[in-house]
């Protein structure tokens, strides 16, 4: 799995690792609920608005985030 969506999954709290494991293995957290989900999806969107934005695209920035409903 991407490096980037393993941190994503992380901080979302969708993902959990198992201890003193090398290398690590990741599993979907059993107590991961709908919040978990929507915090993982807006990170994935703000990650893609991101790139869009470095690339030049405010716009494209703006219409991405909008679309999904993601707030500033």
Known sequence: ???RIIKLGLDSG???YVDNETPRHYFLCGNADE????????LI???CA??????????IDNQI?????VKE
């Open 1 to 3: 799995m991407n490096e």
């Open 14 to 16: 969708m993902l959990n």
């Open 35 to 42: 919040k978990d989900l929507e915090k993982f999806a807006e």
């Open 45 to 47: 969107i703000r990650e």
């Open 50 to 59: 991101n790139v869009a934005w470095k690339c030049g695209s405010e716009f």
């Open 65 to 69: 985030k909008e679309h999904f409903g």
